[in-house]
């Protein structure tokens, strides 16, 4: 890389609208994260498109996905964000990486059982290969770290392997990346069934905070939270609704779980409920307002796409031209 920076690379897909579990468990690790590491943030639009996207749609919630990115905390200048289809080295490394990938390897993935349960009607062979696309992103700018929430884990494993399996034959080609996951907020869950993740395509608006959800309706669904018939504010298994409202009141406030129980000792549910929707209202606001600023800059944003799509271009060439040597291809007359 450019300094002696170690790099790290993460991405989020513009499918639906982000919920809180995409921000505690990522965007907001991520700029943590930014000032020590050169970073690589990519709205992996390759990736959504194995499932049926209304184009329109999929380029708007991209280009807003960007802007939310920045609006996070994001310094554009700093950071590489970027749109995955703009750097066509993802695919072609991803295509050699397929041959790299044992079909037994994928039937292992769970998101694929899942997703190809809830598409049964078109269960293609992208959604299948998906994680060797999200290998190629990662292995593609030779990351150090990778910060996630824990349903990408499996993910993160595969291209770990993937990753090793190339350099047994080719020699050190690639970094071997880390997971990074949060210490709390890695597995948000559903305000409505704590016994699910928290997800961009729940049916059930009320299970999910959305980022762009005005303070009223944040409140309204805290409020409307699933939790236990019992009174106490524990940190246990067996009240996983509390547990999840704790994670999420620790992972915005910073506060130990010691410190949250010890604060809300003697206090009721609705108490508590209330709080954390303030919380989380008051923490979301600022983000939701530079980002209605940030959406009327059509040029600054236009300029930001350009230039880091420059940048990620630069480096991911850099690894593309090293793998395609080393495979065999033909070198390139200049
Ligand atoms: P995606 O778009 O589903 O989710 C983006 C990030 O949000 C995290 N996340 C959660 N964290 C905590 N609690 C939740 N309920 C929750 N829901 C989602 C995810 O773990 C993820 O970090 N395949 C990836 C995108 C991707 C990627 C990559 C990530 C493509 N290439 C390379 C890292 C590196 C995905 O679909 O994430």
Known sequence: MMNDKKVLFSGMQATGTLTLGNYLGALKNWVTLSDEYECFYCVVDLHSITIRQDPAELRKRARNLLTLYIAAGLDPTKNCLYYQ???????????ILNCFTYMGELNRMTQFKDKSQ?????????????????????????????PVGIDQMQHLEITRDIAQRFNNIYGDVFTIPEPYIGKTGAKIMSLQDPTKKMS?????????????????????????AVTDSGKEILYTDDKPGIKNLLDIYCTITQKTVEEAVKEFDG???????LAVGE???DHLRPVQERFGQL???????????????????????????????????PDRIR
Not at 267 to 273: D, L, Q, R, S
């Open 85 to 95: 289809s703009h750097v066509s080295g993802h695919a072609e490394l991803s295509w």
């Open 118 to 146: 809830k598409h049964a009607d078109n269960i293609n062979a992208g959604l299948f290969t998906y994680p060797v696309l999200m290998a190629a992103d990662i292995l593609l700018f030779q990351s150090d770290v990778v």
């Open 200 to 224: 961009k395509s729940d049916e059930n608006p009320n299970s999910s905070i959305y980022l762009m959800d005005d303070p009223d309706a944040i409140v309204r669904k805290f409020k409307r």
């Open 267 to 273: 206090k009721g549910y609705g108490e508590f409920k």
């Open 279 to 281: 919380v989380v209202a």
């Open 295 to 329: 959406s009327k800059d059509k040029a600054f944003i236009d300029g930001i796409i350009k230039d880091n799509a420059e940048k990620a271009n630069y480096f991911a060439t850099k690894t593309l031209r090293k793998v395609q040597r080393k495979v065999g291809f």
